[in-house]
């Protein structure tokens, strides 16, 4: 399982502006239930967690977030979808939860089981590590686009 | 410890996604500098339920660190990539004591 095959260029977004990270979430998880890779109960436990556990990320020139909740049988195919936000918008930070940053993607995850992801987050991690890359995905406005530069770049 | 060997707690929010990549961070570090240890990945939430024997605990998430009897350290730079190398001497540091 590798990055390129869990991106799907349906699950990339430019257009929306969500208010806040619960709208971003919600914006997301739709998307992710019309292409059949949740229930809708994973949205609901994102979203839970996300309170309790914020995980926005500050990174060298921006910020990004990672929303996602274990699956407990509610997520049924392995997927990254990711909210590009022309205007940040807060998110809470993973390691300080009353710390905000401000987040210009936004890619949410639904995997499936613990431990079989990791050659993928690790390929996610380095991106975020990358900050030309970043810079640049946070500026391009397609989804092939935003695939091309990843797909380049791992 | 356990059998010997240091024991470490990785642990995030849900025990699946950050957790993961820290978990094979630290078995990396101790690989290279020749140091056994026994890792159990978790949610943090299920921490105080691996606290007996723990010596370290390696964290992405929010945590009150005056609630552990054994150090806490912040894993965001295995995400971020920022103050990497700060980090990684830390958790060295932690295992061979």
New interface residues.
Partial sequence: MDLNSLLNKKLIFFEAKPKNDVEAIKILGDKFIEEKYIKPEYTKTVVEREKNFPTGIVLESLGVAIPHASPENNVLKDGIAVLSLKEPIIFHTMEDADNEVAVSIVFMLALKENNEHLSMLQKLFKIFQNNELIKKLAIVSSAEEFHKYITEAI | MKNGKKLVLVA???????S??VN?AVTKLAKKNNIQLEII?C??MEVPGYSDGADLLVT????DKSKYKFPVI?A?A?????GLEKVENEILVELQR
């Fill in positions: 995030c929010g849900t025990g699946i996604a950050t993961t990549v094979d990945q949610k943090i992405t998430t929010v945590v912040s965001r295995f995400l971020t990539g920022i």
